[in-house]
């Protein structure tokens, strides 16, 4: 039974890291519709954004505190950057987009190597994170429980501002259907920059959170673009719900598997039952209904 | 008129091999050249870059002291991309086209396994500088890392010593840790020593969660953990942040040197041991010296480390054996390997003939708050090498 709830809560952390690296992406692949390899690079951007902050201001807390919004809009503007000078150009071509998102991706690596060198780089974790706490004789690793913390509250803002801002409405008016969206007054095109701009943003939070878990060096991208894909595909493009709950999901299946069985056990049956899933159900979890004819 | 030169002092092939494998080195002129392959890009660039730089720095100094036997040396660097069919192609074209003398560097496992049959059919030499899991022996490669009886064994005797009655075993998913963890299993079985869980993650895993979580319970009294590259960062991190410290369950590592501990975060791993055969804090006039010129080279920041220190002693064990055979030929050089010493940084280092590796010795660190590691138990004096671990009875059957 306590390893049955450890384990939940492992596989619940596992999966707010996952929401965290998938969230900007399941607004700009799965409500654009852009192929943005470079995702990744964005999350290491906002992990070498922390990297900085922390070197500037020495305090592991404040630093931390800071370097979540100043990851926002390094992350931001780096999507901006990649949208207005190639993006754009290649909208309703995926096969390009894919190509040139993975070139951008290769480029920020080498950069990061360039910049910070090729071994790992440290941020201090601030005091008040080290270390477990304990509720009800469980233990939890308190990095872990600020990560969720982190994810839910990225979960509700951006949930927020989908629903009930003037900006929230022109982006699902767009990503509904953007002739009409268009024809009704909406600028359609400074609705992809903003949608980029928070997408990216995104994924420069969650590399500050990825300080927290890991190593921080040029590859730190790569390790997370594939299983986040993964999570906005089998959440259903389109949907942020769908990446929540697949995020969880396959958060929680990881760990469960992974404590009867290996690591490397887990990973095989999670992209199994993916396979599986996406044969009975292409579609993901959930679907956009539009009247749309394409 | 110079193709004539060339041909005439061309190296025989010295007979015995049978095959094609005639070497073309042109010892001619006033130099000679060596090949240094080592990973400049891909994943395993982090470390191998840190090699080259130290092989290079050897080249220097040889040459800046007069060369080897009179000539000096020409480098020829190719990248082997973290690729080990890379590696092997690479190889091919530093004995056949470039004719180097011999080639120095590999790091995976992998890499070596897929130069050795180039190295085999051509009769030509590698020098491979890394720590790895034993049960090989070529007389094409000097292998001046350790093998599993320099550096895994000792870290056993040590842990046994400290008074740990149960180990948890955490790897990679790969071969080192695979086969490191057979010798443990097997040197636990005969020494009493309960092994109460054994986890392998993926390479380049970063969710060490479930796998700390299982540790946590076993609540073994230390854990051997051979998990190599950012794994350790992840895992370390981990590992603290579950409330387990190193007094009192230690994480003893064989893949986390001086280059590793800055990324890992000094305080996430402070007072952990680790097992190699040179730290950069030993206290002796070559290692001061080897320091001191390192961070010359290539900055006050660098540290020097196992493998880079290893490297660094290939070149000039190449050198001891070329001299003692007075010759660049491969099967001279064969022949007067056994035996040749060279006082290095981590100390006196000796070839031995048969197994071609060298004895070294074992030395157990602990990591301390300025990121540096200091030796906190040795061996005493260098361990003779035993790739099959012929030598310990406990490990009848391994070598299988």
Redesign the interface.
Known sequence: MEILLSQLFNGLSGGSILLLAALGLALTFGQMGVINMAHGEFIMAGAYTAFVVQGVLGDAGLSLLVSLPTAFVVGGLLGLALEALLLRRMYHRPLDTLLVTFGVSLVLQQLARDVFGTAGVDVAAPGWLSGPVEVLGFTFPKTRLFILVIAVAAVVLLSALLAFTSLGRRIRATVQNRALAESSGISTRRTDRTTFFVGSGLAGVAGVALTLMGSISSNLGTAYIVDAFLVVVVGGIGQIKGAVIAAFVLGVAQSWIEYSTTASIAKVAVLALIVVFLQARPQGIFVVRTRSLV | MGLLVGCGARVSDGGGTGDAGAACVDTSGTSVKVGFLNSRSG?M??SE?TVFNALKLAADQINGAGGVLGKQLTVVAEDGASEPTVFAEKAEKLIRADCVAAVFGGWTSSSRKAMLPVFESNNALLFYPVQYEGLESSKNIFYTGATTNQQIVPALDYLKEKGAKSLFLVGS?YVFPQTANKIIKAYAKANGIEVKGE????L????F???V??VK?ADADAVFNTLNG?S???FF??Y????LTAEAMPVLSVSIAE??V???????IVGQPVAWNYYQTIDSPQNKKFVADFKNAYGASKVTSDPMEAAYTSLFLWKGMVEKAKSFAVPEIQKAAGGVGFDAPEGTVTVNGDNHHIAKTALIGKIAPDGLIYTDWTSGKPIEPDPYLKSYPWAAGLSG
């Open positions: 994943t660039a982090i870059n998913d986890e392998y993650a993926p380049g895993h970063t969710d969660s479930t796998i979580s299982k319970a950012d350790n960062v992840a991190k981990e603290k942040n579950a409330g280059e590793e800055g990324g890992i975060g000094v305080g996430n």
